[in-house]
């Protein structure tokens, strides 16, 4: 079984619906993350947490929120879908109580379409 | 204003040869620097890393060089092999006080061709 998963993996939304993304791990780490993925511009922050009830924005956060009401658990919000909110969405967890370099997991990432 | 920039879109490497994959940051407070492997319909997969203290960290066929003064990171593989045809993205991140987040390059396209 995947350590990080997301679901759905694939969804088409149309222009002002809400949608949610979520993400799941097994690894027990405290950090969790959203990016995504444009092409030419690589993954960017969208929010991340350490611990559960913490959130903090990231580089990219107009437009979604976000909800840890669980350690294992990281869901992602689009209040309102635009078109461009289409992206690769990746889930991503790491664990503070580490080396210094810490490296970050990622899950299969959600392809969204919102037309 | 991107902080970490793979200017290569793309690179195609003959089987066995080596392939060098750069990468270049603007940001000198960075402490470590990874690269990440990325297969199509999957996340990307650490793959190496280096700290800042160092200038070269190896693991098998991968070898990652850093030079500080310049602001520049490669990725080495040698030999190169067809499954490590992929996306490789550079990233780059500050200590834990800093909450481990990473930024990343755009990505280099790998393709090693048979």
């Known amino acids: 079984d995947a350590d990080v998963t997301q679901t759905p993996r694939n969804r088409i939304t149309k222009t002002g619906k809400r949608i949610m993304l979520e993400c799941s791990q097994t690894?027990?780490?405290?950090?969790m993350y959203w990016y995504r993925q444009d092409p030419g511009l690589g993954l960017r922050l969208i929010y991340y947490s350490f611990d559960v009830k913490d959130i903090n924005k990231g580089e990219i956060s107009d437009g979604y929120s976000v909800s840890r009401q669980a350690q294992a658990k990281f869901s992602l919000s689009l209040e309102s879908a635009i078109p461009n909110q289409t992206a690769l969405y990746f889930c991503?967890?790491?664990?503070?109580?580490?080396?210094?370099?810490?490296?970050?997991?990622f899950g299969p990432g959600t392809r969204l379409l919102v037309l | 204003d991107q902080q970490v920039k793979q200017n290569s879109p793309s690179l195609s490497v003959q089987e066995g040869r080596i392939s060098i994959l750069n990468c270049d940051y603007t940001n000198s407070m960075f402490d470590y620097f990874l690269w990440y492997k990325k297969y199509p319909a999957e996340g990307p997969t650490f793959l190496i890393s280096?700290?800042?203290?160092?200038d070269k960290n190896e693991d098998g066929r991968f070898t990652v060089f850093l030079n500080k003064s310049a602001k520049h990171l490669s990725l080495h593989i040698v030999p190169s092999q067809p499954g490590d045809s992929a996306v490789y993205f550079c990233?780059?991140?500050?200590?834990?006080?800093?909450?481990?987040?990473?930024?990343f390059g755009a990505g280099t396209i790998l393709r090693v061709k048979s």
């Open positions: 280096i700290s800042s203290i160092k």
């Open positions: 990233a780059a991140g500050r200590g834990q006080e800093y909450g481990n987040k990473l930024v």
């Open positions: 991503a967890t790491s664990d503070s109580v580490g080396s210094l370099l810490e490296t970050q997991y």
């Open positions: 690894k027990g780490h405290d950090r």
